[in-house]
Structure formats: structure tokens, C-alpha cells
T-cell receptor, first 111, second 117 residues
Framework: GQQVMQIPQYQHVQEGEDFTTYCNSS?????IQWYKQRPGGHPVFLIQ?????EVKKQKRLTFQFGEAKKNSSLHITATQTTDVGTYFC???????????FGAGTTVTVRA | DVKVTQSSRYLVKRTGEKVFLECVQD?????MFWYRQDPGLGLRLIYF???????EKGDIPEGYSVSREKKERFSLILESASTNQTSMYLC????????????????FGDGTRLSIL
């Protein structure tokens, strides 16, 4: 079955620095979604990527879908304390159209 | 704005009890989901329903059943609760572009933290 790996599992970032989290699939994807879960909260949808090589931006967040549609990345510039939380990718398998969540990247920020 | 409401934020039950977790959504979504969330394991799908009375097993259905008698309500049932079912349970809903399709964003409830003693 499909495996979705997110790396790193934990990311400790100095406020103001940039970082990237990655989502890798063993199979080709139809689309990929990103969610953010604040501490004590529930996952909230951020964005969906559908096209090969697609890049979308939301303020300081840049989302990219790989050319082969097997991986995705989330890059955050100038990290702020409001970026604290766990970021999940959810990958839709193009073969069986099943959706699988990654284990998440938990981000902490040092002020 | 989509609202997904789970009946309890915290719940404590005893081993062997039958436990019901309720979820209601107000956006007329076709799809509803039950996940459990455990540290380091992310969100694991227990069951998925794409229509009233229709359901599909997810990745970890053992020990659970579901009921969807009305479109807006999706119930998760622990037939005989065990300590390894202590977890955070999240309900979600989404619209559908086709029967059974799960390609649309999901909207989550606040979760039920269930402890089985």
C-alpha cells in the first residue's frame, strides 16, 4: 500500500529563520493537501496541489508539488511564533484514490 | 463556515464498555471520516462514509464499527473498549466530486480525547 513519509518529524527553528518540511510518497499522487494543527487544536486545511511542478504561496509559506508527483514540500520563510504547530501532508494515491496522511512535522520556535 | 461538532471533548470509560462517539456536520457534506491520532503516528483512518448507510474500512478498523443513519451524523462505536484504544479521536467531513471520491479538503472537529481505564 501507499506510504507517505514526512521529514523531519521535529523541526526546532530560531525565530526569523527559514525551514522546509518534506512529504514523500512511494506512489504517484493525484493531489496533495497540507494541513496545520496548532497545539491543542485540530487540523486545518491550508492548501491543495494538483499539477506537476505546481508552486503556491500563502504569505510566508511556499508549497511545491514535485515534477513526478511523488513528493511535496512546504517552505516557511522568516519563521514566527505563530508558525508553531504540526504540519501534515495528505496524499491522494492516483491508482486507488485513497488518501493517506503523513505522520506530520512538529515545529517549535525559539524566540 | 463549516462546523464539525464532536459530542465530547474528553471521555473516560472502563475496559469492556461499549463506547459511542458522535459527530455532526452542518455543511451537507457527502463524506465523513473517523481518525485516531497518536503521537508519532499522525492521523490514521478508522472508517470512512461516503453516503448515508455506506461505509468503508480504513487502515485500522479492528475493534470499531460505525453508523451513518443521517447525512449529517456519523457515529463511531467501540464495541468493547480496551486500553489500547485510549487516544485522540478526530471526526472530519468533506464534499465530494463523485461518489466515494476523497479529493476535497477535509474539515475537522475539535476531537475527543478518550481514556480507557
Amino acid at each position: 500500500g501507499q506510504q507517505v513519509m514526512q521529514i523531519p518529524q521535529y523541526q526546532h527553528v530560531q525565530e526569523g529563520e527559514d525551514f522546509t518540511t518534506y512529504c514523500n510518497s512511494s506512489t504517484t499522487l493525484s493531489n496533495i493537501q497540507w494541513y496545520k494543527q496548532r497545539p491543542g487544536g485540530h487540523p486545518v486545511f491550508l492548501i491543495q496541489l494538483v499539477k506537476s511542478g505546481e508552486v503556491k504561496k500563502q504569505k510566508r509559506l511556499t508549497f511545491q508539488f514535485g515534477e513526478a508527483k511523488k513528493n511535496s514540500s512546504l517552505h516557511i520563510t522568516a519563521t514566527q511564533t505563530t508558525d508553531v504547530g504540526t504540519y501534515f501532508c495528505a496524499a491522494l494515491n492516483s491508482n486507488d484514490y485513497k488518501l493517506s496522511f503523513g505522520a506530520g512535522t512538529t515545529v517549535t520556535v525559539r524566540a | 463556515d463549516v462546523k464539525v461538532t464532536q459530542s465530547s471533548r474528553y471521555l473516560v470509560k472502563r475496559t469492556g464498555e461499549k463506547v459511542f462517539l458522535e459527530c455532526v456536520q452542518d455543511m451537507d457534506h457527502e463524506n465523513m471520516f473517523w481518525y485516531r491520532q497518536d503521537p508519532g503516528l499522525g492521523l490514521r483512518l478508522i472508517y470512512f462514509s461516503y453516503d448515508v448507510k455506506m461505509k468503508e474500512k480504513g487502515d485500522i478498523p479492528e475493534g470499531y464499527s460505525v453508523s451513518r443513519e443521517k447525512k449529517e451524523r456519523f457515529s463511531l462505536i467501540l464495541e468493547s473498549a480496551s486500553t489500547n484504544q485510549t487516544s485522540m479521536y478526530l471526526c472530519a467531513s468533506s464534499s465530494s466530486t463523485g461518489l466515494g471520491s476523497v479529493d476535497q479538503p477535509q474539515h475537522f472537529g475539535d476531537g475527543t480525547r478518550l481514556s480507557i481505564l
